[in-house]
């Protein structure tokens, strides 16, 4: 089974500035979707940002840019310019391409609580 | 379009009560799945579908019952509901990810938070 894991329950960042958040994760598979979703307080998981782990290029989403590090089985989110809206839970998921043993639905990590400080 | 509905967003029962939570997605997806959220334990698997007539087991199941005649629809049962229950659950949707359009997102519901006394 796959397992994804968030090592900072909680990050802060001064407005304007850029945070990196951790996420790694384990796997055998060669193929595979990687998520980062982010919860604001009206609790709602909206998508940041994907990645195809057959694409070697990073994901770029407007301030939102992905590390993704596929022998290290690594995938970081950097938000640049950090704004007061993006404090959030931010969390970290794995999708497995293949059907059946629940592997078709998303592993999440524990989450990062991010505080953006004025 | 509406998405992923879920309904109640907010429920208290006491123990031993049941309850169904709905869902329905308007979005012709055959994955549909249960996940429920607790404070430091992210989000996990309850149930899932991958079609109308198929359910199955995700890492969380006990306590819970699905069952999935439409495509369309995806009910959560609580049959005798414990305190341990008490969560926020979330119901998401997707294409199987064996369809090559497939981009792999989730779409989720807005979720119901539940208060088992």
């Known amino acids: 089974a796959q397992t994804v894991t968030q090592s900072q329950p909680e990050m802060s960042v001064q407005e304007a500035e850029t945070v990196t958040l951790s996420c790694t994760y384990d796997?055998?598979?060669?193929?595979?979707?990687l998520f980062w979703y982010k919860q604001p307080p009206s609790r709602q998981m909206i998508l940041v940002i994907r990645?195809?782990?057959?694409?070697?290029q990073n994901a770029t989403e407007n301030r939102f840019s992905v590390n993704f590090q596929k022998a290290a089985k690594s995938f970081s989110l950097k938000i640049s310019d950090s704004q007061l809206g993006d404090a959030a839970m931010y969390f970290c998921?794995?999708?497995?391409?293949?059907?059946?043993?629940?592997?078709?639905?998303?592993?999440f990590g524990k989450g990062t609580h991010l505080i953006i400080q004025p | 379009n509406a998405g992923v509905t879920q309904t109640p967003k907010f429920q208290v029962l006491k123990t031993g009560q049941s309850m169904t939570l709905q869902c329905a997605q308007d979005?012709?997806?055959?994955?549909m799945s249960w996940y429920r959220q607790d404070p430091g334990m992210g989000l996990r698997l309850i149930h899932y579908?991958?079609?109308?007539?198929?359910?199955d087991q995700g890492e969380v199941p006990n306590g819970y019952n699905v069952s999935r005649s439409t495509t369309e629809d995806f009910p959560l049962r609580l049959l005798s509901a414990a305190p341990s229950q008490t969560s926020v659950y979330f119901c998401?949707?997707?294409?199987?990810?064996?369809?090559?359009?497939?981009?792999?997102?989730?779409?989720f519901g807005e979720g119901s938070r539940l208060t088992v006394l």
């Open positions: 998401a949707s997707s294409t199987t990810v064996h369809r090559s359009w497939n981009t792999g997102e989730l779409f």
């Open positions: 796997t055998s598979e060669s193929d595979y979707y």
């Open positions: 990645q195809e782990a057959y694409k070697q």
């Open positions: 998921a794995y999708r497995s391409p293949y059907s059946g043993g629940g592997a078709d639905g998303l592993t």
């Open positions: 979005m012709n997806h055959e994955y």
């Open positions: 579908s991958v079609g109308a007539g198929i359910t």
